[in-house]
């Protein structure tokens, strides 16, 4: 039977909540957390957990503390202190308020890690990165970040990573993202919520308001790590759980309590009703949209520009078919491939800057090689190729990377 991991925003969602959840699910250990800080090559930092109660649900709270931990001062309006991070600077001289994403990346590169830790772990600050680099105007190699780069954050998102790589490859939902209300006072000033690399990060995905319960007029309910650890996982978004038999479930508490509404993060762990289809098979699965239109009244350069714009914007694939029309016009089959996250972004530019009035979507159940890049010998030397393997990692074809083949051409 194949299983199902669904993560509910509650109250939202932060790196320290979503990694408390596994916890008080069983899903992972105490120890197993607590280990996490000496492999990144941090001494004297610390993961510490207890129980809390939160609108009468017993809940697991989690902590990253070290020598300089403490909340930023000025930090009104107010922040769920679990929420706000530290200022234990990584390897930085006295006085130093940056880290550098550069540094960061080449930290968890060489940590005592297990592969598939430290790859989500950097795919999540890579998202990070982008995101400040959109907010800031910059080439993201300049990034450096402020709260962002600390201690806590690279811990916090490094304990998500465990705990996702822990549980194992599972099908993904998620509910809307609660962002919070009001204002926020960060590095850059006073900001409305969600403030600038959190709104980007939650470009295509969907929000839901903040709980009437929740009373605070400045509250900000999701952190970018929150934020980027959901966008790093392409999830489904549905509102309720699907069918199937619950397994595990777990609640990570904020530190606020906010009264009668839980200020909790839940991860529920299900078997699937029934196996999926493509389960017995060594492949990886994912699902994407096909988006399509039949187009008749544009020309081909503005359409090789549509195709070009939506690959860079994230589109999977893009083609184009000539086809025949009412009153036997000429067309163009516009089609192309959307993760499914990625999908209603994609749309609404495609019906803003094409000629159609309306489109065609459908899911599909993909079934992929897994895939890996390496050099092999070639006759001008090596060559980069795209190996494609089955999940239980027999190669099963490869080829040499085109562009690196057109540049020897061209040189």
């Known amino acids: 039977m194949s299983r199902t991991l669904l993560l509910e925003s509650v109250s939202g969602v932060a790196g320290d909540m979503f990694a408390a959840a596994f916890l008080d699910a069983g899903l992972v250990t105490a120890a197993d957390l607590a280990s996490v800080p000496a492999r990144l090559g941090l001494p004297g930092v610390q993961v510490t957990t207890r129980r809390v109660i939160r609108a009468q649900m017993q809940a697991t709270h989690l902590r990253v503390e070290g020598p300089g931990a403490g909340a930023p001062p000025g930090a009104a309006p107010a922040r769920d202190p679990a929420e706000e991070e530290t200022h234990l600077i990584i390897d930085a001289p006295a006085g130093h308020v940056h880290t550098r994403h550069a540094d960061i990346d080449r930290r968890l590169a060489t940590a005592d890690l297990p592969a598939g830790v430290r790859d989500r772990a950097r795919a999540i600050f890579q998202l990070l990165a982008e995101a400040e680099a959109g907010a800031h105007g910059m080439p993201v190699a300049e990034v450096a970040f402020h709260e962002l780069g ?79 650890i959901l966008r790093s996982l392409r999830p489904t978004f549905a509102a309720e759980l699907p069918a199937g038999t619950v397994l595990r479930q777990g609640l990570g508490a904020g530190t606020l309590d906010f009264g009668a509404f839980p200020n909790v993060f839940r991860v529920t762990l299900l078997e699937d009703a029934a196996p999926a289809p493509a389960a017995v098979l060594p492949y990886e699965t994912d699902r994407v949209v096909e988006v399509a239109a039949n187009i008749d009244d544009d020309t081909g350069e503005r359409l090789a520009w549509l195709a070009e714009r939506l690959l860079a914007q994230g589109a999977l694939d893009v083609w184009l078919t000539p086809a025949t029309g009412k009153k036997g016009r000429p067309l163009t089959c516009f089609q192309f491939l959307a993760a499914e996250a990625d999908f209603p972004r994609l749309a609404d530019w495609f019906l803003r800057h094409s000629t159609t009035f309306g489109i065609r979507h459908r899911v599909w159940d993909r079934l992929k090689l897994a895939r890996r890049f390496e050099p092999r010998p070639g006759p001008g030397g090596p060559v980069t190729h795209k190996v494609g393997l089955t999940t239980a990692g027999e190669e099963l074809k490869a080829k040499p990377e085109f562009e690196e083949l057109r540049r020897r051409w061209e040189g």
Do not use: M, N, Y
Request: aromatic share 4%.
């Open 150 to 228: 600390l201690a806590d954050s690279v811990v916090d998102i490094t304990l998500a990573a465990w705990c996702l790589e822990a549980v194992g490859p599972v099908r993904f939902l998620a509910t809307p993202i609660r962002p919070g209300r009001g204002f926020v006072r960060i590095q850059h000033g006073v900001h409305p919520v969600p403030p600038p690399a959190s709104a980007r990060l939650l470009e295509g995905l969907p929000v839901a308001p903040t709980p009437a319960a929740i009373t605070r007029a400045d509250i900000e309910l999701s952190t970018p790590t929150g934020i980027a």
